[in-house]
């Protein structure tokens, strides 16, 4: 299930915040209740994922550089040690660690934005200057996207 769309939720108190329901299922559906984020090192905003992709971050980390290598420890140390594993509440609430909110500013509302198979986190207002920054960047250069074939589990 692609992760889509744009979901702006509450923050409380206690830096507890509702996960979207499309993102939560997407997640629960790869066999954990919860979700994996980090600080964006590419943005002002947290990077959010299930079990599947965090498992093809770390396979892609362990196949693509050799071992001890200043890559392979300079994109662990941004990525995998500094993800946080956040099971859901029986509401479908994690508690942001103060360290993604400190990273992010977050204080009391969060912008939930899909990305495919991860989403991110962001300030409203960070998000909106971001996106549009992207979009005249992507038009300035005449971004395209070739697609990929459609694999066979996932139709046409």
């Known amino acids: 299930m692609a992760l889509v769309g744009r979901h702006l939720n509450k923050i409380d108190k ?3 915040v509702s996960i979207p329901k499309p993102f939560r299922t997407a ?16 943005a002002q905003a947290l990077e ?12 892609s980390l362990e196949d693509n550089f050799d071992l001890f290598s ?5 994109l662990a140390s941004i990525t995998l040690e500094r993800t946080h594993q956040l099971p859901f509440d029986p509401e479908g609430r994690v ?6 909110r400190q990273h992010t500013g977050l204080v009391n509302e969060a912008l939930f934005v899909g990305r495919g198979s991860r989403f991110r986190i ?3 207002e960070v998000y909106e200057l971001y996106a549009a920054s992207q979009l005249d960047r992507a ?18």
């Open 122 to 124: 962001w300030v409203p």
């Open 48 to 59: 959010g994922s299930g079990e599947v992709f965090i498992q093809r971050l770390t396979d």
């Open 14 to 16: 206690k830096g507890r």
């Open 95 to 100: 508690s942001l660690p103060l360290e993604l």
């Open 70 to 74: 200043d890559d392979q420890e300079d």
């Open 139 to 156: 038009k300035a250069r005449g971004a395209t996207l070739p697609l990929s074939p459609s694999k066979p589990d996932r139709g046409a």
């Open 27 to 42: 997640m629960i559906a790869e066999g954990y209740s919860g979700v994996y984020i980090f600080p964006s090192f590419k």
